[in-house]
């Protein structure tokens, strides 16, 4: 009779010492790589914005544009100017400290001449919250739009707690308005991480105009170069993105150059719709069909839509 062999915890971690003094070879590898610059790598004194930051600075936007929905949320009306005033200065604690660094970054990383990185991050950070009352007001267009442009919305209220597409708009305008600036890295994190959350990835370079609605949102892809007018409404799965990636003599490709549509005013496009190209321009009170996939332009008062499938089969459940 044999008997069953039994493992022995006493014996794990002398086991497992085996394998861990094989490791040191690989740390060594890892670190040459690095340090040899054959691989991409971050090693250095100079800092890097603080994505953790970023994130507790977008909450704070939230509540200073849209206040009682967020963070404090039992808000007095004699208690508001004292609120706002107190969360003001924590956004601009931290968005000139996160300002600075990316610029700080930007100039020692790519050996610029020194700008005076500190006051040019003091004043951005300045600017950009001087331009937050004109952003409240847009974001209100945008809450209107959404309640007008969908029927299953009951209230503002409901708009503001839960649509994805008014968070992710929230978040691309206060971040085009530092990429406006020519702030390094900071819109592009905040964008990013707006695509996180909401599926919803809006390139901080995008020019945007007023009472813009996202429905759903799932999926909607907008380019950097894309320009959208007033009163446009979008639904989930919609591209507005690059037909081609041109290149330069060295093969390189072209960047600052317009590869990403032209909305006009009062444009509504459907779900999955695809609108490529630069030159492409979508003529004002305009209608794109859902899954369609347009490269060139269309003028105003347009309808695009598929033709309906002639391979469509609909039948009764009692039918054969």
């Given at each position: 009779?044999?008997?069953?062999?039994?493992?022995?915890?006493?014996?794990?971690?002398?086991?497992?010492?085996?394998?861990?003094?094989?490791?040191?070879?690989?740390?060594?590898?890892?670190?040459?790589?690095?340090?040899?610059?054959?691989?991409?790598?971050?090693?250095?004194?100079?800092?890097?914005?603080?994505?953790?930051?970023?994130?507790?600075?977008?909450?704070?936007?939230?509540d200073i544009m849209?206040?009682?929905?967020?963070?404090?949320?039992?808000?007095?009306?004699?208690?508001?100017?004292?609120?706002?005033?107190?969360?003001?200065?924590?956004?601009?604690?931290?968005?000139?400290?996160?300002?600075?660094?990316?610029?700080?970054?930007?100039?020692?990383?790519?050996?610029?001449?020194?700008?005076?990185?500190?006051?040019?991050?003091?004043?951005?950070?300045?600017?950009?919250?001087?331009?937050?009352?004109?952003?409240?007001?847009?974001?209100?267009?945008?809450?209107?739009?959404?309640?007008?442009?969908?029927?299953?919305?009951?209230?503002?209220?409901?708009?503001?707690?839960?649509?994805?597409?008014?968070?992710?708009?929230l978040i691309y305008?206060?971040?085009?308005?530092?990429?406006?600036?020519?702030?390094?890295?900071?819109p592009r994190i905040?964008?990013?991480?707006?695509?996180?959350?909401?599926?919803?990835?809006?390139?901080?370079?995008?020019?945007?105009?007023?009472?813009?609605?996202?429905?759903?949102?799932?999926?909607?892809?907008?380019?950097?170069?894309?320009?959208?007018?007033?009163?446009?409404?979008?639904?989930?799965?919609?591209?507005?993105?690059?037909?081609?990636?041109?290149?330069?003599?060295?093969?390189?490709?072209?960047?600052?150059?317009?590869?990403?549509?032209?909305?006009?005013?009062?444009?509504?496009?459907?779900?999955?719709?695809?609108?490529?190209?630069?030159?492409?321009?979508?003529?004002?009170?305009?209608?794109?069909?859902?899954?369609?996939?347009?490269?060139?332009?269309?003028?105003?008062?347009?309808?695009?839509?598929?033709?309906?499938?002639?391979?469509?089969?609909?039948?009764?459940?009692?039918?054969?």
């Amino acid at each position: 009779m044999s008997l069953k062999k039994t493992c022995r915890f006493d014996d794990i971690d002398y086991l497992k010492n085996d394998f861990l003094d094989k490791l040191p070879d690989t740390v060594k590898k890892i670190s040459k790589n690095c340090l040899s610059k054959k691989v991409f790598s971050h090693i250095g004194l100079f800092p890097v914005p603080d994505k953790r930051l970023i994130n507790s600075l977008i909450d704070l936007l939230k509540d200073i544009m849209l206040p009682g929905f967020f963070g404090h949320q039992e808000i007095s009306e004699s208690d508001l100017e004292y609120h706002i005033g107190n969360e003001i200065f924590s956004l601009f604690d931290i968005l000139s400290d996160q300002i600075t660094q990316s610029i700080v970054h930007d100039c020692r990383r790519y050996d610029q001449e020194c700008s005076d990185c500190h006051r040019r991050g003091n004043q951005a950070a300045l600017d950009f919250i001087e331009k937050i009352p004109h952003l409240q007001k847009l974001l209100t267009l945008d809450i209107k739009a959404a309640f007008d442009g969908d029927p299953a919305a009951k209230s503002h209220d409901e708009i503001v707690f839960s649509y994805p597409g008014l968070e992710a708009i929230l978040i691309y305008r206060c971040a085009h308005e530092l990429f406006e600036s020519d702030i390094p890295l900071l819109p592009r994190i905040m964008t990013e991480y707006a695509h996180n959350i909401t599926s919803i990835d809006i390139h901080p370079g995008a020019s945007i105009g007023k009472s813009f609605f996202i429905d759903h949102g799932t999926g909607v892809v907008i380019g950097e170069t894309t320009q959208i007018g007033d009163n446009v409404k979008i639904y989930q799965g919609v591209t507005l993105g690059a037909l081609s990636f041109p290149k330069n003599e060295k093969g390189e490709l072209m960047r600052g150059i317009k590869r990403h549509p032209t909305i006009e005013d009062n444009v509504v496009i459907y779900a999955n719709a695809t609108i490529l190209g630069g030159n492409t321009v979508i003529g004002t009170h305009s209608v794109v069909g859902g899954n369609v996939w347009l490269t060139e332009s269309i003028p105003p008062y347009t309808k695009v839509l598929n033709e309906k499938s002639k391979n469509l089969i609909i039948r009764r459940n009692n039918e054969k």
